[in-house]
């Protein structure tokens, strides 16, 4: 990649943004946060997926994930999400994930944005049909 991206530049010029960071992570408030508490994990080198992660970095990245998920838990009294998006709905190349106090299980934030039913259990042959058809690009 030429040049820094946005969060590449966050990590090295924006410490008042600044959580936590080892050697292989940093986590960071979101500069235009949905909610107050709002945070991004992401590595320190710059990866845009998590297959692109070292072992190293991939074990930094989940206990990085986890840490925050209890920090926001505590600063914010609300129990948070998490969200690693693909690559389609990011507006950063970067990997990251966002977390965030949340008074909504994701399934009802997503059910609302998404228009579909907030429960919906699916017949043992559609649940079937639907992993048959999955599980060749997972193999990949």
């Known amino acids: 990649m030429l040049g820094m991206c946005d969060l590449c530049h966050a990590i090295k010029n924006e410490p008042s943004r600044l959580i936590y960071q ?3 992570v940093v986590v960071v408030l979101n500069f ?3 909610k107050h508490g709002h945070v991004l994990i ?3 080198r710059h990866a845009e997926n998590l297959s692109d992660l070292t ?3 991939s074990s930094a990245f989940l206990k990085a994930l986890d840490r925050c998920m209890k920090a926001v838990t505590k600063y914010s009294e609300e129990p948070p999400i998490s969200l690693i998006h693909g690559w389609k709905h990011r507006s950063q190349p970067h990997l990251h994930a966002h977390v965030l106090p949340s008074q909504h299980p994701i399934r ?3 059910s609302v944005a998404e228009g579909t039913p907030r429960r ?3 017949t043992d042959e559609v649940l ?3 992993a048959d058809q999955i599980r060749p690009h997972h193999e990949e």
């Open 128 to 130: 079937k049909e639907m």
């Open 42 to 44: 992401m590595p320190i």
């Open 22 to 24: 080892d050697d292989h």
């Open 32 to 34: 235009e946060p949905i």
């Open 120 to 122: 919906l259990r699916l």
């Open 108 to 110: 009802g934030l997503f």
């Open 55 to 57: 072992s190293a970095e």
